[in-house]
């Protein structure tokens, strides 16, 4: 099992380890299935695999005034397990620590050109190639423009405030009575 990348994400009281493997595509989270463990909820799913969609850049980004000259054999999410740990909080705090840490670790990937060493992610020409090369960027700058354009490398900060003494609550106090 190598390790092609790690993030770490928060959002309340929820954190999550996201590690990225070579694999088939599983989503794993703390040894259950992604449907598994958010309940088959939709919108949480899809909330916790919007960053996998910056990696399968759509053939209408091509631009075809650049002619690749290397073979293309790209990183798709079919070739990539995503283990997570994750604790503390409730579902949707954990489904967003998650998709920040996922987000995290898709940007501390290794794109390089194909070598001999197994270590590195294989990443020749792609479509995000020809795009990073008209704009002057590397792989991994276009795709951290792309993870942080879409809004997944922005952590939400906002926790829940803490009681105060005198009141019931954050902010709740006993009802006044005139007389």
Request: net charge positive.
């Amino acid at each position: 099992m190598e390790i092609l990348a790690r993030g770490v994400g928060r959002r309340k009281e929820a954190v999550a380890q996201v590690q990225i493997i070579k694999g088939t595509g599983l989503f794993i989270i703390n040894q259950l299935s992604a449907q598994q463990y958010l309940h088959n909820n939709t919108c949480l799913l899809l909330t916790i695999k919007n960053p996998l969609s910056v990696l399968n850049v759509s053939s209408s980004e091509i631009i075809t005034d650049i002619t690749p000259t290397v073979e293309i054999n790209s990183l798709h999410v079919d070739n990539i397990d995503t283990i997570v740990k994750v604790k503390g909080g409730g579902l949707v705090g954990q489904a967003e620590a998650i998709k920040l840490g996922l987000a995290r670790a898709i940007c501390s990937l290794s794109f390089q050109k194909k070598t001999d060493t197994v270590s590195t992610v294989d990443l020749t020409v792609t479509t995000s190639n020809l795009l990073s090369q008209k704009e002057g960027l590397t792989n991994s700058d276009y795709i951290r423009k792309q993870l942080k354009d879409k809004g997944y490398l922005t952590q939400d900060s906002r926790v829940k405030e803490r009681r105060k003494y005198g009141l019931k609550k954050a902010r709740k106090a006993t009802q006044y009575n005139k007389r």
